[in-house]
Structure formats: C-alpha cells, structure tokens
T-cell receptor, first 114, second 114 residues
Framework: DSGVTQTPKHLITATGQRVTLRCSPR?????VYWYQQSLDQGLQFLIQ???????AKGNILERFSAQQFPDLHSELNLSSLELGDSALYFC?????????????FGPGTRLTVL | AQSVTQLGSHVSVSEGALVLLRCNYS??????LFWYVQYPNQGLQLLLK??????LVKGINGFEAEFKKSETSFHLTKPSAHMSDAAEYFC????????????FGGGTRLMVKP
C-alpha cells in the first residue's frame, strides 16, 4: 500500500459526459501528479500540482482540468468524454518537486467510455 | 527533451534464469532514472532509482540496475527469476525541469515459465 488513495476504482460512462477523479496523497506529500495509461499512448504525464499551485503540464487535453485543494487532495476533471479517453488514470505524490524524489503511485481509476 | 526506450515489449525467462530488461535514455542533462513494476490491476511500485550517488543501484526483490553513461543505458537485472516476478516493468527518467514529472518507456512485460 503506497498510502495514495484514488476514488473511484472503476468508472463507466458515456461519450459526452463529465467525470471527476479524486486523489488523496500520502500524508505529508505536497506534490501531486496525474498520469494516463492507455494501450496506444502508454504512460503519459498529464499535470502536476505543488501545495495547491499548478507546477507543470504535460500532454493534457483542454477538455481536462485539475486542481489541488487546501487539504492537498486533488481532483482531475474530464469533460466531453470521447471513446479514446478510456484509460487507467494514476495519481502519484511526492514530498518535494526535486527530480530525485520518489513518486508514490495510487492504485488508479479505470475509466471506460462507452 | 527526455525520452526512454525499452527494448523488448515482452521478455520470457524460465524460473531461476537471469532476468535482463533493457532501458536506454536520452537526456540533455544528467538524469535521474527509475525502474517501476506494475502487477496486474495495481499501481506502480518503485523498484530502484539512480540519483548519481552510485552507478550500481540495488533495489527491492533482488533487482539491481547499472547506470552506464557511455551507453546511455540503465538495464535492470535479477540473477534468478521467480514466478512472482511476472509483471510489467517500466523504466522512467526525470530531469531538472520545472517539476519532476516522469517520462516513461513503453514497458516490458516479463513472463516467467516454470
């Protein structure tokens, strides 16, 4: 158990819908990352927050957005969903933002768009 | 820009045989390198990481990796495979950019035959 929790575990929805994925980082970790894992794109970095502020953006679509709240939990919002958004979405957390810091991954949320 | 290439999307070994999973990286600055393991329906777990302290890095579950700058490689090895090692393995690189997001290779699925 990494200490990072993600809810829900599974999510099935229809095209055009909007969903919210939730992540609680390990106690004491200030940095949260979101990654997408799909068969065709592999594991891709989406976005990072540090202590409530956006720190870095990766290959995140404009239909997707995220935020980190004062209690440090984070939410990833996916809207106008398409079939291609079906993937496993991971949240990870680390203490700091230095490159050597280990990122601890949650169990993921499997999103299926029908 | 950083990138990681994992040679061989599938590797099959017999139980007790040497495990060798290949990883080559590209980075314009000295990188931080990681190996993660993903068991079915689980998140990613860190096996080991290179942060420039020592070129031979020992990790959990008997795995180790050697950083070779001249070859831009960070191959993962284990002297004797166990059935429980069957999983997907990801090599990742992190640098000195704004955050410390991980750039992952495509992954290698390790199969262990009895």
């Amino acid at each position: 158990d990494s200490g990072v929790t993600q809810t829900p575990k599974h999510l099935i929805t229809a095209t055009g819908q909007r969903v919210t994925l939730r992540c609680s980082p390990r106690s004491g970790d200030l940095s949260v990352y979101w990654y997408q894992q799909s068969l065709d794109q592999g594991l891709q970095f989406l976005i990072q927050y540090y202590n409530g502020e956006e720190r870095a953006k990766g290959n995140i679509l404009e239909r997707f957005s995220a935020q980190q709240f004062p209690d440090l939990h984070s939410e990833l919002n996916l809207s106008s969903l398409e079939l291609g958004d079906s993937a496993l979405y991971f949240c990870a957390s680390s203490v700091e933002v230095g490159g050597a810091n280990e990122q601890f991954f949650g169990p993921g949320t499997r999103l299926t768009v029908l | 820009a950083q990138s990681v290439t994992q040679l061989g999307s599938h590797v099959s070994v017999s139980e007790g045989a040497l495990v060798l999973l290949r990883c080559n990286y590209s980075s314009s600055v000295p990188p931080y390198l990681f190996w993660y393991v993903q068991y079915p329906n689980q998140g990613l777990q860190l096996l080991l990481k290179y942060t420039s302290a020592a070129t031979l890095v020992k990790g959990i579950n008997g795995f180790e990796a050697e950083f070779k700058k001249s070859e831009t490689s960070f191959h993962l090895t284990k002297p004797s495979a166990h059935m429980s090692d069957a999983a997907e393995y990801f090599c990742a690189v992190s640098g000195h950019n704004a955050g410390n997001m991980l750039t992952f290779g495509g992954g290698t699925r390790l199969m262990v035959k009895p």
